[in-house]
């Protein structure tokens, strides 16, 4: 099969000839549709995860074409979930602990199991979620990123008429100030900070603003969450200016340290935090059914949509990651069709 994979020694490759996974007993083999090009496939490159060396990605839709586990799910058009647990490992109580930090783990696409970006991968049927009929593969392809948003509610952090900001308008930035801001989220009057007008205007139905040199002493100390997304080490900074005392600042950035200039300074944010009595909440994965469902809503479809850049076939996949790579660009995906 085609795939797409990296290694700090051969860099980014794509593969012509790479062998086709074989399902374990509990796992479903997955013909891939369409998958995405994530922020954290993009920073993997820049030495995110030491020692990488697999196929990258972990957001996709696809055919499941064997499951012995489920073999009702066989012809059916899922996405999944990427944490995989260790079938040795002891099954925690808590289903969200289990689910996302299960000891022994591996990770579709970012630690121990190859990612999405080929044309066939294996994943647990435990991990798989059916798509609903009404939702094209471009938007379906989205169902990861979208259940990273949904996280934060899940968390229940944030409470009713709590003054709320967003920081970053990329993609994950995007996704989650248009989930708080529907209906079932209860959040009114987000304000969502980031560097370009146009993709800030992409959400509807929230206040936003452009970032520049006056934003933190603008809006010093005024908001209960603060939710970092901006996909750059500079944003907990912004984050740390803008959140008050006894507040909650929401991390959901992942990025390399590596060669970055911009690093900011952590003593002076653990000196905000210990002094302002601060919560510092981490947020990675989140559960898909609400996901799913959320793509009902136009105004987020609409989004989704909007957000595609490009759609590269595999064959041109090392072009589709120079355009991902590409300042000002949001979504590429790469259709194995």
């Known amino acids: 099969m085609r795939a797409l994979k990296f290694s700090e020694a051969s860099g980014l490759v794509l593969e012509g000839q790479h062998a086709k996974p074989i399902a374990t007993a509990d796992e479903a083999l997955i013909r891939v549709i369409r998958a995405g090009i994530c922020s954290t496939d993009l920073e993997i490159l820049k030495g995110y995860v030491p020692g990488y060396d697999q196929i990258l990605g972990h957001e996709f839709v696809g055919i499941v074409e064997a499951c012995a586990a489920k073999p009702e799910l066989e012809g059916k058009r899922v996405v999944g979930e990427i944490n995989c ?24 696409g970012i ?26 593969d471009q938007e379906a392809c989205f169902a990861e990123p979208l259940a990273a948003a949904c996280r934060i509610a899940e968390q229940q952090v944030i409470k009713e008429g709590d003054k709320v900001a967003v920081i970053g308008d990329g993609k994950l930035g995007l ?13 009114s009057g987000l304000v969502h900070l980031g560097k370009h007008r146009e993709k800030l205007s992409l959400v509807q139905g929230s206040t936003w603003e452009v970032v520049d040199e006056s934003t933190s002493s603008h809006h010093a100390q005024e908001f209960d969450v603060v939710v970092e997304a901006s996909g750059s080490s500079r944003g907990i900074s912004l984050a740390s200016a803008i959140s ?42 989140g559960p898909f059914a609400p996901a ?31 355009m991902a790579q590409t300042k000002g660009v949001l979504k590429v995906q790469i259709s194995m069709q």
């Open 175 to 187: 996704l989650v100030a248009q989930v708080l801001i529907t209906p079932c989220q209860g959040v």
């Open 244 to 285: 008050r005392p006894m507040g909650t600042i929401i991390l959901k950035s992942t990025c390399s340290a590596v060669n970055d200039p911009d690093m900011p300074a952590w003593s002076n944010i653990a000196n905000d935090v210990v002094v302002n009595e601060k919560r510092l909440q981490g947020s990675r994965c």
């Open 292 to 322: 799913l469902k959320a793509m009902q809503d136009d105004r987020l479809r609409r989004l989704l949509n909007n957000m595609v850049t490009e759609v590269f076939p595999i064959c041109d996949g090392l072009k589709a990651f120079k």
């Open 111 to 136: 630690i121990g199991k190859n990612g999405t970006l080929a044309e066939y991968l294996t994943l647990p049927a435990s991990n798989l979620h059916v798509v609903p009929d009404g939702l094209t």
């Open 85 to 108: 647990p260790c079938s040795s490992a002891e099954i925690h109580p808590d289903p969200i602990f289990q689910r996302n930090h299960s000891p022994g783990r591996t990770v579709v």
